[in-house]
C-alpha cells in the first residue's frame, strides 16, 4: 500500500494556524451580510423570475430596499411584511415594485408575531423542498450503488442548455459520473443571476435556475436509463455564491465549486464580500448535502507547480476550515489540487505523485478534486493525451475522489464530442489497468517522495503559520496569496456589503445553524 | 522546370497521405462508415481508409482515418505576415532601451472585456514569466503594469492615458464564436474615438491570434502561439526606438 511518512507534529501545527485564521472571522459572519445573501433570502421565500427587461425579480428588491437605505433588517421581514400588508406572494409583490413603483419600505409595519409566522412557514416549506431534493439523491446512490473513485468527472461548455443537454446525455452513457455545465466567461462578475433557459454565452452558457432544471432532468432520465446515478455540478462563485448555491440546492444539483478565496485572488472580488458570501453558500451546500469543490488548482496555473506547492495545501486547509465552520462534513470537502509539473521536467512524475498523495493524506475523508494538466497543454493534441493518461494513472493510483478529465484538445478549443469521449476512454483504461496496484506497492522509507510530501507540508505549516500571526486579510493585501495583492477595501462588491441591524433577520441561515449543530 | 509541389507527406516522398479525426450524427454501423467514407470523397480525396469508428452515444460516431490528397502547395504563393524584428534576451533588450531610448517603456497590459484567463498576459507579463523567460515586470527597461482579467476597454485606455503608456499590450484566450475578434475591435474603435491610436502601440496575443491577423484588426504586431515575452519585449524596443528616431529627424 503506498503511504507517506508525514510528519504528524507539522499536520497539527498547520491545522492550528488554519482554525486560528479562520477562526478570527466571527465579527464579519454575525454582524454583517450582503446584498447577495438577501437576494438569497428571497429566493429562498419563493421569489423567482425577472422582469421583461431581464432584470431578475431578487434584486428589484434589494435595489429598493439599498436605495431606501432600509437593508438593516434584511430582506426577509420586509418581503413578509410586504406580503402580508397586501395579501400577496413574494413574486407579485415584487412585480409590483418593478412594475408600479411600490414601495415595499413605506408600508406599516405588521405585527412582529405575523411577520414570524409567515417567515416561520416560508422557511419550513423551502428547507422541505431541499431536505426532500437531498433524501432523493441519497435514494437514488442507494438504489445505484456509490460513485466509483476516482469520478469521471467531465465538462460540457456549448455555450447552449440544449445542446449541452446531447453532449452531457452523451458523456454520461460511455461512463461520466460528474457533469459540470461550464458557465459563460463572465457570469462571476454579474451581481444577479440571468433568469430562464439560456442559448447564449462565451465558453459555456449561465449557470441560471432553469438550466439547473432542464440538466438534472437530462441527467436523471439517463440515470435510470444506465442504473448509474449521474451527478451534476456547477459553480457557486463569482458575486452571487449563495445565489447559485440555492439555487442547486432547489434543483438538486450535487457538487458545486465554492472555493471561500478564489473570488478574491482570481476574479478581484472584495476579500470581506467574499469571505462573507462563502460563510452563508457554504451552509446551503451543508444543508443540502452538496459536495464542495475547491479552485486550489488556480495557484498553480498562474505560479510554478513546484516552488508554489506549499500554496496548495495552505489553500486546501483553509478551505477545511472555513467549510467546518459553514457545517460541511469532510466527506463532502472536494478539496483541490492539479497536475501542471511542467513535462520538460527530470521526475516530475514523482513531484506529482508526492503532491497527490499529501492532500489524500492529509484529507482522508475528503472526496479530493484532482484537476489535469492544462498550462502545458499545447496544440499537439497527442502529447496532452499522453499527459492525461499519466495523470490519470496518479488518480487511480492514490485513490483521489474526482478526476476532473483531461482533454486532448484543452488550449484549442472547448472540447468536441469526440475529445471527451476520448478522454473518458483513457480514463477508463487507466483506472481498468492499475486499479489495485498500490496495494501491491510501498515506498522505499525516507524516499524523495517522503522527502518532497513533507518539505511542502513545512512550506504550507511555515506560511499558514504567519498569515496566522499577520491575519488572513493583510495578508493577502500584501499579496502573500498567488502574487496578488488584494487590499481589504479594493475589489468589486464592497458597496453590496452591509452592517446588520439589532434587528436583523435571516431566517434560513438561523434555522439551517441550528439543524447544522453550528 | 516543373516546379516541386508542397505535398503531404506519410511515408513516402509526396504519397499525400492525411489523417483524419472527425464525428457525424450517424450510428457506429456499415452505413455510418459508409457516410464517412463519402463525405471524405466530396472533399475530393482518395485511398480512404476509416481505420477507426467509436461509438459516441446519442446517434452520435466518431472516426478515425487516412485519405490521399492530390492537393498541393506552390512554395511561391506562400505569403505571411510575421514580426520582423529580431528577438534578444532580457539583458541584451535592457541594454539596448538603455542605450537606443534612455528611459523606461511603460506597457499596460490586460485580457479585456469578457476574458477572464490572465494565463497569457500573466506568461509575458508577470515577473516569473513562462517557460524560462521572464515576463517584462523583470525587465529594468519596462514599466509592467499588468491590470489583469475582465477589464474594460475604457479602463484599459484610461490607465494607458494617465500613465503616458508606450505600449498596449491585450490578452485574448477565450475564442469562442469570435469573441476576440469583438473585443480586439472595440478596444481599436475606442482608441481611435479617444485619439490614442497613434499615441502608442497597440499589441495583442493569444492563441488565435497571428500578426496578419492583428494587422488587419488595425494592431501594431500580434504574437500567437508560442511567443515569449522575450519576442515582445524586443518587438517594443526596437520599434519604439525607430519611431523615437524617425521623430528626433
Not at chain 1, 446551503?284 to 469543490?293: R, V
Not at chain 1, 463532502?332 to 511542467?342: C, T
Not at chain 2, 515577473?127 to 476597454?153: D, I
Request: glycine share 8%; aromatic share 8%; hydrophobic share 40%.
Amino acid at each position: 500500500m503506498l503511504k507517506l511518512e508525514l510528519n504528524d507534529d507539522l499536520v497539527s501545527r498547520a491545522r492550528k494556524a488554519a482554525r486560528q485564521i479562520t477562526g478570527s472571522f466571527g465579527w464579519l459572519f454575525e454582524d454583517y451580510s450582503s446584498l447577495t445573501i438577501e437576494r438569497t433570502v428571497l429566493r429562498m421565500m419563493g421569489l423567482d423570475g425577472a422582469l421583461k427587461d431581464g432584470k431578475p425579480l431578487p434584486n428589484v428588491v434589494t435595489d429598493q430596499l439599498k436605495a431606501k437605505g432600509a437593508l438593516g433588517k434584511g430582506a426577509a421581514i420586509r418581503l413578509a411584511n410586504a406580503m402580508l400588508n397586501k395579501d400577496l406572494g413574494a413574486t407579485q409583490i415584487a412585480e409590483a415594485m418593478g412594475q408600479h413603483h411600490l414601495d415595499i419600505t413605506a408600508l406599516p409595519m405588521a405585527p412582529a408575531d405575523e411577520i414570524y409566522s409567515l417567515l416561520q412557514e416560508l422557511t419550513d416549506t423551502m428547507l422541505g423542498h431541499i431536505s426532500s431534493q437531498k433524501a432523493r439523491r441519497e435514494e437514488m446512490f442507494r438504489r445505484f450503488g456509490p460513485r466509483r473513485v476516482p469520478a469521471i468527472y467531465v465538462i460540457v461548455a456549448t455555450g447552449n442548455i440544449h445542446e449541452d443537454v446531447v453532449q452531457a446525455k452523451a458523456a454520461a452513457r460511455e461512463g461520466a459520473d460528474i457533469i459540470a455545465v461550464i458557465r459563460s466567461t463572465a457570469q462571476s462578475l454579474l451581481d444577479y443571476v440571468p433568469y430562464g433557459a439560456t442559448t447564449v454565452g462565451f465558453g459555456g452558457t449561465y449557470a441560471t435556475q432553469e438550466n439547473f432544471r432542464i440538466m438534472r432532468a437530462a441527467l436523471d432520465e439517463v440515470s435510470e436509463a444506465e442504473g448509474r446515478y449521474i451527478s451534476l455540478t456547477n459553480y457557486a462563485s463569482g458575486l452571487c455564491m449563495p445565489e447559485i448555491a440555492v439555487m442547486g440546492a432547489i434543483e438538486r444539483l450535487d457538487l458545486m465549486l465554492n472555493d471561500a478565496m478564489y473570488g478574491i485572488l482570481f476574479r478581484d472580488i472584495n476579500p470581506r464580500r467574499t469571505l462573507l458570501d462563502q460563510s452563508f453558500s457554504r451552509m446551503i451546500n451543508a444543508y443540502a448535502g452538496i459536495e464542495i469543490q475547491t479552485g486550489e488548482d488556480n495557484y498553480l496555473t498562474t505560479s510554478d507547480a513546484i516552488e508554489k506547492a506549499y500554496t496548495v495545501t495552505a489553500s486546501q486547509l483553509l478551505n477545511e476550515q472555513f467549510a467546518l465552520l459553514s457545517g460541511v462534513k469532510p466527506e463532502k470537502m472536494g478539496l483541490g489540487h492539479a497536475y501542471e509539473i511542467d513535462p520538460e521536467l527530470e521526475n516530475s512524475f514523482s513531484y506529482e505523485l508526492a503532491h497527490a498523495m499529501l492532500t489524500r493524506e492529509l484529507f482522508p475523508q475528503a472526496p479530493v478534486k484532482y484537476m489535469p494538466p492544462t498550462k502545458f497543454a499545447s496544440g499537439n493534441i497527442f502529447k496532452t493525451h499522453l499527459m492525461d493518461a499519466m495523470f490519470n494513472f496518479i488518480g487511480q493510483l492514490t485513490g483521489q475522489g474526482v478526476q476532473l478529465l483531461g482533454m486532448m484538445t484543452e488550449a484549442i478549443h472547448t472540447p468536441h464530442l469526440a475529445d471527451r469521449s476520448l478522454a473518458i476512454e483513457n480514463a477508463q483504461y487507466l483506472f481498468r489497468a492499475v486499479k489495485d496496484l498500490s496495494s501491491s506497492l510501498m515506498l522505499a522509507p525516507d524516499s524523495f517522495i517522503h522527502q518532497r510530501a513533507n518539505q511542502v507540508l513545512e512550506e504550507a505549516t511555515l506560511f499558514l503559520e504567519k498569515v496566522a500571526s499577520e491575519g488572513l486579510l493583510e495578508a493577502m493585501a500584501r499579496g502573500e496569496f498567488a502574487d496578488i495583492k488584494r487590499p481589504e477595501n479594493g475589489g468589486k462588491g464592497l458597496d453590496g456589503v452591509f452592517r446588520k441591524d439589532e434587528d436583523y433577520y435571516n431566517p434560513f441561515r438561523e434555522r439551517m445553524m441550528k439543524e447544522l449543530g453550528l | 522546370m516543373k516546379k516541386q509541389l508542397i505535398r503531404p507527406y506519410g511515408d513516402t516522398s509526396g504519397d499525400g497521405k492525411l489523417q483524419l479525426s472527425f464525428s457525424l450524427p450517424v450510428s457506429a454501423d456499415a452505413h455510418g462508415k459508409e457516410a464517412a467514407r463519402l463525405l471524405l470523397r466530396q472533399i475530393g480525396l482518395d485511398d480512404i481508409e476509416i481505420t477507426g469508428m467509436r461509438n459516441l452515444n446519442e446517434g452520435f460516431t466518431h472516426f478515425i482515418a487516412y485519405a490521399v490528397t492530390s492537393a498541393g502547395v506552390d512554395p511561391d504563393s506562400i505569403k505571411v505576415k510575421v514580426v520582423e524584428t529580431p528577438v534578444m534576451d532580457m539583458e541584451a533588450t535592457d541594454a539596448y532601451i538603455k542605450e537606443r531610448i534612455g528611459r523606461e517603456l511603460t506597457v499596460v497590459g490586460a485580457c479585456i472585456e469578457s476574458d477572464a484567463h490572465t494565463v497569457g498576459i500573466d506568461a509575458i507579463m508577470n515577473m516569473k514569466g513562462y517557460n524560462h523567460r521572464y515576463g517584462l515586470e523583470r525587465y529594468q527597461g519596462f514599466n509592467a503594469v499588468n491590470m489583469g482579467a475582465q477589464v474594460l476597454s475604457e479602463d484599459l485606455l484610461a490607465k494607458a492615458r494617465e500613465l503616458k503608456a508606450d505600449a498596449i499590450l491585450v490578452s485574448q484566450v477565450v475564442t469562442q464564436k469570435n469573441i476576440h475578434i469583438k473585443n480586439l475591435t472595440r478596444l481599436i474603435e475606442l482608441a481611435e474615438a479617444e485619439r490614442l491610436r497613434d499615441k502608442m502601440l497597440f499589441i495583442c496575443g493569444g492563441p488565435r491570434i497571428s500578426h496578419e491577423l492583428a494587422i488587419e484588426l488595425g494592431y501594431d504586431a500580434g504574437f500567437g502561439t508560442g511567443s515569449y515575452s522575450t519576442d515582445v519585449a524586443s518587438y517594443i524596443a526596437i520599434t519604439m526606438a525607430e519611431r523615437l528616431a524617425r521623430k528626433a529627424k
